[in-house]
């Protein structure tokens, strides 16, 4: 039996469920024309940006990313352009001391937030796209250590996506105290997920494209990703935040146009 090996690290466990069930769904969808495979998945962290973008030389047939991940810019990959989860990731909430909370209540433009600082833990994709829109950014620290830095001051908020923000906000920031989601905010930029996939191996490239137009057509993608996110907008209450859009100029051409559908 062939093995696909997976690399699953460097993300929350919110994420990790959600794309592991999704790339499953596309092997299953096309055991039928290429066999069934065994999928072993390493959810191993890199804190290293140089180790995450050497993971296909180490042994990695496939991983989920942001579309134009710069440090994969200079590596060979095969990217499969289909968005995977309505460009969730690219709406955040905030995590904010709960004494700066009537501050963040006040913010109304872009141009109040620049003047605070985000915290971003070092490796993540979206440092750059906040650097580039004028965001002062400090990039410190892992997922683990964010809270405690973010507690002590060393930056004023962070920004997580909904699709992971309560399940890290419980688990990290609650045991912390003194962290709130803030209430009325929402940043929003195009930042969809795709899977990326070893050059070395074109066939599996084409079987998970197969595959998820497959699951698009049989109402499997839709069907998973209500189960792991459906409810999101109405418990998170982001159809009546106050939305401050960023631009990504990391997208690739292929994928420029990209908006996400979630709030559709």
């Not at 998820?212 to 109405?234: C, M, P, R, W």
């Amino acid at each position: 039996m062939q093995h696909v090996y997976f690399w699953n690290g460097n993300k929350s466990p919110a994420r990790q469920s959600y794309e592991i069930a999704l790339l499953q769904a596309c092997l299953k969808a096309t055991n039928a024309e290429y066999s069934s495979v065994n999928l072993r998945i390493d959810d191993t962290d890199y804190p290293n940006a140089d180790d995450e973008a050497n993971i296909f030389a180490n042994g990695a047939d496939v991983l989920v990313t942001v579309a134009g991940n710069v440090k994969f810019q200079n590596k060979q990959k095969i990217v499969i352009s289909q968005p995977l989860t309505k460009g969730l990731l690219g709406y955040r909430l905030l995590l904010v001391r709960d004494q700066s909370l009537s501050q963040f209540s006040q913010i109304k433009q872009p141009q109040q937030l620049q003047q605070l600082s985000i915290g971003i833990p070092e490796t993540w994709a979206d440092a750059e796209l906040f650097r580039h829109n004028q965001y002062k950014v400090i990039e410190q620290g892992t997922l683990d250590d964010l809270f405690l830095l973010l507690k002590n001051g060393t930056f004023d908020y962070v920004a997580l996506g909904v699709n992971e923000i309560e399940e890290i906000f419980k688990h990290r920031a609650v045991p912390i105290g003194g962290i709130s989601i803030e209430p009325s905010l929402m940043l929003y930029y195009p930042f969809p997920l795709v899977f990326y996939v070893n050059p070395c191996h074109p066939v599996l490239a084409q079987r998970i494209e197969k595959g998820l137009k497959l699951i698009a057509i049989n109402g499997e993608h839709e069907t998973l990703f209500s189960h792991y996110h459906g409810d999101v907008a109405q418990r998170l209450n982001l159809r009546n935040r106050h939305t401050l859009s960023l631009t990504n100029p990391m997208l690739p051409p292929d994928i420029a146009g990209f908006s996400g559908s979630l709030l559709n």
